[in-house]
């Protein structure tokens, strides 16, 4: 299995700290509003990459963390008159209903950053007693670059460049920097923001430091695995390896993995530009399997542009893979011929190649999209070779096989038994309040249906319903 290591900038062949077993941290969001479609996209396909390592036989421990404590949070909090945990406290709840619904698993830990301060503090102590840090004036605590040689290797990019570019604010006086590129580690306390008590003074960490020691905590000093999106290398990444190779002295992730960005009409999508949809947003059109198959159906590695044309072109894709799984389980179940036949035995040697090839790609650095194609083959093939003469074992096979992939990519495909008499209960209840007048109720009833996602049609043959997603 092949991996891209943004350190390296080279596939590498991947072989974990220790046989069997996968470390990996993913960045997750800062919790101030709903997440959006371009932050799912991290969560979606690390979540695969979780999967596929599993499959593989690896016992993945997998931390991905919220950060709770944030510029951004305070103003939110502010705005609403309330403290910033209820902020964070709603927007955790939400993004794991998204989570949820986007068949993203929880992972074996989803640390807080507001409840690993002592960790943090511990961490900023080792840096000062080691020099990599200093704390100026008024009690902010920085990072000091210049004393951690390798800074800049996850990034390649021109240090003396991005000091030089810097310098104006060194020179203004704008800050107590011993060099532009040194980063915070604690800063004081603005008033009403929420608080730590420390040596230096009252005040929050950096965003930085938090990721170097939710990842010590919960996975210890060397990891295997680091990932986020790419905004994240420079300077999120770059930092938390100054921070974990200084406190640590030990090599801190052994990859680097970084995911392209979810564009809209080419551009990046985000919160700052406004030109964004949340998860909320589309699961109202689209079933969440819908979006999961969209981003799985490009390269991690490639920009994705989201558009209304390519969210129904998966859709279809989808259904087709949904379909076929529909008729080889009928099959499966209730074909007259029980035994394969030889003739069969010889053609499930094709869906033996399509597997090897949905294998393939996804040792390939997960390529996803080339896996999907390989699904498709599969797909294709069920729907001319499965007829009334199939075998229930034949078609078997070949259903387990296309489950398997699919589960992998963490795709439901099975198509959703509505239990109808709950469905033509609640119809009929709505017919009898119509009578009534009760037309509240009625109308409760049509909205309590349209959650479920069934669409009432009134036809002169009485109320038909159908399903919208
Ligand atoms: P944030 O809440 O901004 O810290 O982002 C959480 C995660 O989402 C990080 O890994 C980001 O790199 C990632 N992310 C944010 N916007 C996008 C986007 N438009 N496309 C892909 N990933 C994104
Ligand atoms: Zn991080």
Redesign the pocket.
Known sequence: MYVYNTLTNKKEKFSPLEEGKVKMYV????VYNLIHI??A??MIVFDTVRRYLEYKGYEVTYVSNF?DIDDKIIKEAVKEGVPASTVSERYIKECKKDMTAMNVRPATKHPLATEEIDGMLEMIRTLINNGNAYTAKDGTVYFRTRSFKDYGKLSHKNLDELRSGNRELKVSGANQKEDPLDFVLWKPKKEGEPYWDSEWCEGRPGWHIECSVMSKRYLGDEIDIHA?????IFPHHENEIAQSEAANKKPFAKYWMH?A???INNK???KSLGNFFTVRDISEKYDLQILRFFMLSAHYRSPLNFSEELMESAKNGLERIITAVDNLSRTAKGAAAEKISEEEKEKLSKIKEYADKFEAAMDDDFNTADAIAAIFEAVKFANIEITEKSSREFAKDILETILTETDILGLTVERKEESNAEIDALIKERQEARKTKNFARADEIRDILKEKGIALEDTKDGVKWKKIR
Request: proline share 10%.
């Open positions: 960045c997750g969001p800062t371009g932050n996209r991290p950060t986020g999106g790419e905004d994240l995911n960005f979810l564009n990046k999508m985000s």
